[in-house]
Every structure is written in structure tokens, then in C-alpha cells.
């Protein structure tokens, strides 16, 4: 498999659009969700761990109560790729 390329500027362009719901921050996309509580939280973390586990793609990420923050990037190739894209759209299809 090859290694993953960063997007080009065209495609992080095209990213707001794509993934409404996250943010680019310092070359990593970004989303925050709020649960009704703690154990509705911890679910959707544990379907969001299947999917890095799919992907071998995995995020740093915080919980607090009913709070998740996800941040992904590719660390190999220097920020994002077309993985850390797939790996949110995957997550958003969770919704």
C-alpha cells in the first residue's frame, strides 16, 4: 500500500464543503458532539474505535461526561490526506 499523500490545496479547499461539521485546525480536521450523557458518549466512542480500527487510522481524542472532541490527522505524511477524510466521513455517517 502506498504511503498517503497530503491533500492538495484544491481538496482541503473543498473540505468545509464536504464536512460541514469540521473544522481544520493546525492540519488536523476537528469536530465536537454532545450526548445526552456519559454512557451515550462512551457508545459513540466505542463505534467511532470499530472504525479507526478499520481504517487503521486512529484520533486523538477527549471525553468529559457527555463531550467528545476528535482531532485526525496523518501524522506520516505531514497533515492531512484523503485517510483522515475517509475517517470523517465514516464518523459522520454514525449521525
Known sequence: MAAPTPLT???????????PDWAVE??????????????????????VSVIAEDLQHHPDWSNSWNRV????????AGGLTRLDVAFAEAVDALD
Open 69 to 76: 472532541d476528535v482531532a485526525v490527522t496523518t501524522h506520516s
Open 9 to 19: 490545496e484544491a481538496e482541503r479547499e473543498a473540505l468545509s464543503e464536504k464536512l
Open 26 to 47: 493546525d492540519d488536523r480536521l476537528c469536530r465536537t458532539w454532545e450526548f445526552a450523557d456519559f454512557a451515550e458518549a462512551w457508545r459513540f466512542m466505542e463505534q
